[in-house]
């Protein structure tokens, strides 16, 4: 399967704003700038072990890279199959799971359990944390001295806050559909409006709803999660939240892109690109480009003198550790 690249770090630096991190003292600089954005949750990052790879997603990586186009089947198609399938499986068992916990199995909880299992979807890892990012950045990298871009890492950055219209949150786009929707049943009050089919995509979160809006962002794991209330419709229930273990202790989110080919850099380009790219006018993407043999340094950071270190047992928690875990700290503790 052929995974989209930029050839080198020029070739990379024309669709981002990218800066490339050499040494210690840089990194140094780094994480003390932009550790200080974490409470603020407006600006999200995404980590990356290796520079040269394109910001496409796992869906786009199989709709292309197997061509299932010849399939006879559309791209809106192959994701809600997806997502159909998933929750059909042996008599609903994913419905059956969801529902014990008051929880309908939206679609767009259904994307996230796919992608939390490897499974192709249109959604990107994103995390609130810049060590995390870092994380991501670092686990697993592989460093064989090349040359050019071959030597580094990368750490993204978005800030959710620049010109949301084009780059809204699901919950936005929600609230603000819901409202228009409420307040046409509540001007026309006693009129024969039919609105089930309509108020039962959202309250489902039926993924026919969302496809077309080409990009946005799922937010995170939030203890109560984000409810929805309808005036004209008492009835109405919808609440929204996610429901993974990984994003929680990651602080992690979904970045949204419907699009088959494009990655996402290219939703980010200031409008001043050709073709695609013109259509939008979202800034480009922060970038940092982290020379590879700043791994252990990195890893240190991350693990050193922390009541929590952010290794691999805290950002990938695992059921069956879980379970075991409990057993091992009574005999050790009690």
Known sequence: MIIPIYATLVDKASSFDAINIENKTDLDNLIKEWTKKDNDNSIIFRGLTEAKYKLINSAQRYWNGEELDRLGTSYQEFIQTEIDKAKGFHNRLLEKFYDAFGHPAYDLSILSFLQHYKAPTPLLDFTYNFDSALFFATDGLKHNPSIDIDNYCSIYAIDTKVIPREFPSIISHI????SQIDNILIENKGKRINASNLLK?????QYKAFHGLNLFYMPGYTPAGIRFALKSRPNFKLVYNQHNLNIINQKGLFVFNSDPTHPLEDFFSGGYGTGFQSIFQLPKIKCWNIHKSLNEYIVKHLTENRPLPIDKEFMYPQEEF?????????KNFK
Request: hydrophobic fraction near 40%; charge should be neutral.
């Open 201 to 205: 995509n959202f309250e489902s979160l």
């Open 322 to 330: 879980i379970a075991s875990s409990a057993y091992k700290q009574f």
């Open 175 to 178: 609230q603000s559909s819901l």
